[in-house]
C-alpha cells in the first residue's frame, strides 16, 4: 500500500493462497479492487488484501481458459469467442459472468467507479466502435446513449455535474448515477450548434466554463452555459476579466453582467476582486474557496472589500500545493521542486524508494493512538497529520474543516514523515522528513549491493537500520 504521493510505502502484506500452485503465475491487472491472474493456463480473480483481510476463507476459482480469452478490458470485460462478457467477484467469493451480446469489436471503458469515487457502482460508462453505452451491471442492460460518435466523444468532470459527456455536435450532462440530459439545445438556441471538441473545457473552483476561441468564454450557469464577451485573467483559466474588472465566481459574473446597465438595481452588487495587492497576478489561482496563491504569496478575500489581502499559509495550505515530484538531475536531487544536500554523493543519485511511518498527508482508517479522539467519526474520512515539535494536530477532511483538532495525548516524539533512500553505487544515504532536513544521513553498515530498488522489503529493512542511525544522531 502506497501514500497518496504513490512514492512512499504504506504497508505490504503477504497471504498464501493456496488455488495458485505455478509458479509462473502472472499478475495480468490490478484495477485498485481485484487482481487479475493467470497460472496453469487458467484466468483467477485475487480480491486485494488490503480490502479483503479474510481472502483465504473463499475458494478462489478459476474464471475462464486462457486459451479461450481473446481479449481482456479493464479487469472487467473478456472477449470470449466474439462476445463480451462482465465478469465481477461477488461477496462469497464466486465469479459472476453476464454475456453481452449488443456489444462489438474493439471496447473501451470511459468511467466506472473503480476510477472514481464520484461515481455510483452500479453501472460503465463504455464505448465500442459502433456507439458509446451505458450499462446497469445489476440488470445486466446495455443502454445506448443516442447522437454520439464514438470516436470523437469526450468525458470531463466538473466540480458539481460531475460529468461533462459530448462529441462535436451534442453535450450531454452526465451525472453520478449514470443519467444523461441533452443540453445541446441550449447552446443552439445562443449561437452555438457544433465544434464542442475544438473547445476548451475548464473545471476549477470559480465554476466551469468553456472556451470557444472566438472571444467567448462559455460560463456554467445553473446546469447551463452561457456565452460572455471576457478573457482569462492568466493560464490557469479560474479568474475572468470583464471591462478590466476582475472575477472569481461564474454567479457573481453572470449577476454583474445582467445588471451592468441598471445599478440601481436593489439587489445589485459588484463582486469583482480587487487583486491590486497581488505580487504575481499572471500567475494567481484558487486553491480553495476563499485562499488564492501566485506561486509566491498567499492571500486570501477580505470579504468587505472584495481585496485579496496576504496572509501566512497553514500547514494545509502548503499541502495544496506541494506536487510530490522526485526529479535527478546529473548529481543534484529535488523533491517536490527543493534542492536537497548531495555533497557527500559521490556519483549520480539513484532512487530506491520511500517508505514511512505516519504519512503527511495520509488515509488512515480509525484505530491506534493517533486517532485518540476522533473515534466518531466515518472510517472513510480523510485524516491529515502534522506536528510543530510540540504537539501533533489532525486536519479532519480538510477540504470541509480548516481548523485543526489537537491530539492532546499524542507526544510527537519518535513520530516520523516520509524517508527518501538513495544510493551512488557506493554507499546508501536516507533523507529523514526531506522538506525540513535537507542534509542526508548516511547507512554506514549497509551495503547497496543487491539492493532492488522500489521494493518493499528493502526498504523496511533500511528503515530499521535507519532508526536507531538516526537516535543515536539526535
Known amino acids: 500500500m502506497k501514500a497518496e504521493n504513490k512514492i512512499s510505502y504504506i504497508s505490504q502484506s503477504k497471504i498464501r493462497l493456496k488455488e495458485i500452485t505455478d509458479k509462473g503465475a502472472r499478475i495480468i491487472s490490478d484495477d485498485g479492487n481485484k487482481i487479475l491472474v493467470l497460472s496453469n493456463a487458467k484466468y483467477y480473480f485475487i480480491p486485494k488484501p488490503l480490502y479483503r483481510r479474510d481472502i483465504n476463507k473463499y475458494e478462489i476459482t478459476p474464471l475462464f481458459n486462457e486459451n479461450e480469452v481473446s481479449k481482456i478490458v479493464s479487469n472487467k470485460f473478456f472477449l470470449i469467442s466474439d462476445h463480451w462478457y462482465y465478469v465481477s467477484y461477488t461477496s462469497k467469493g464466486e465469479s459472476d459472468k453476464h454475456k453481452i451480446p449488443e456489444l462489438k469489436g474493439n471496447l473501451e471503458i470511459i468511467a466506472d467507479s473503480d476510477s472514481n469515487n464520484y461515481l455510483d457502482n452500479n453501472a460503465v460508462l463504455l464505448k465500442d466502435g459502433n456507439a458509446v453505452y451505458v450499462y446497469d ?30 462529441d462535436d455536435d451534442t453535450f450531454y450532462l452526465f451525472d453520478r448515477d ?18 464542442f471538441t475544438k473547445a476548451e473545457m475548464h473545471t476549477n473552483w470559480s465554476g466551469d466554463s468553456m472556451d470557444t476561441k472566438d472571444g467567448l468564454i462559455w460560463i456554467n450557469i445553473k446546469a447551463y ?28 459574473l453572470n449577476w454583474f453582467i445582467r445588471h451592468e446597465a441598471d445599478p440601481s438595481y436593489p439587489s445589485y452588487r459588484d463582486r ?23 506561486n509566491q504569496q498567499y492571500y486570501s478575500l477580505e470579504e ?55 504519512i503527511i498527508p495520509c488515509y488512515v482508517t480509525v484505530g491506534g493512538d493517533i486517532d485518540e479522539g476522533i473515534r466518531s467519526h466515518s472510517k472513510e474520512d480523510y485524516y491529515y497529520f502534522f506536528t510543530d515539535g510540540k504537539k501533533v494536530y489532525a ?31 557506493k554507499k546508501v544515504y536516507a533523507y529523514i522528513n526531506p522538506r525540513e532536513n535537507q542534509k542526508p544521513k548516511v547507512l554506514h553498515n549497509v551495503s547497496p549491493r543487491n539492493l532492488k530498488a522500489n521494493d518493499y522489503d528493502t526498504l523496511k529493512k533500511l528503515l530499521n537500520i535507519l532508526v536507531p542511525t538516526a537516535k543515536k544522531n539526535d
Open 137 to 166: 451491471i445489476n440488470k445486466n442492460k446495455l443502454e445506448k446513449i443516442p447522437h454520439l460518435t464514438p470516436s470523437q466523444t469526450h468525458l470531463i468532470q466538473s466540480r458539481n455535474t460531475p460529468y461533462y459527456l459530448y
Open 272 to 294: 469583482s476582486i480587487d487583486i491590486s495587492n497581488v505580487k504575481n497576478p499572471g500567475e494567481l489561482h484558487k486553491i480553495s474557496s476563499s485562499e488564492y496563491f501566485d
Open 178 to 195: 449514470f443519467k444523461y440530459t441533452d443540453i445541446t439545445k441550449k447552446f443552439n438556441q445562443q449561437g452555438k450548434y457544433n465544434g
Open 225 to 252: 452555459f452561457t456565452p460572455i464577451k471576457a478573457t482569462y485573467l492568466n493560464a490557469y483559466k479560474d479568474l475572468y476579466v470583464y471591462h478590466d474588472k476582475v472575477f472569481d465566481d461564474n454567479d457573481y
Open 395 to 425: 486536519y479532519i477532511n480538510p477540504g470541509e474543516n480548516q481548523k485543526p483538532k489537537v491530539l492532546h495525548n499524542v507526544s510527537p516524539r519518535n513520530l516520523k514523515a516520509n524517508d527518501y533512500f538513495f544510493t551512488d553505487g
Open 304 to 358: 468587505n472589500s472584495r481585496r485579496l489581502e496576504k496572509k501566512e499559509p497553514s500547514a494545509y495550505l502548503k499541502l495544496l500545493t506541494t506536487k510530490d515530484d522526485i526529479e535527478i538531475r546529473e548529481k543534484r536531487i529535488f523533491i517536490d521542486g527543493q534542492q536537497l544536500n548531495t555533497d557527500k554523493f559521490q556519483d549520480a543519485p539513484i532512487f530506491l524508494g520511500s517508505i514511512v511511518d505516519i
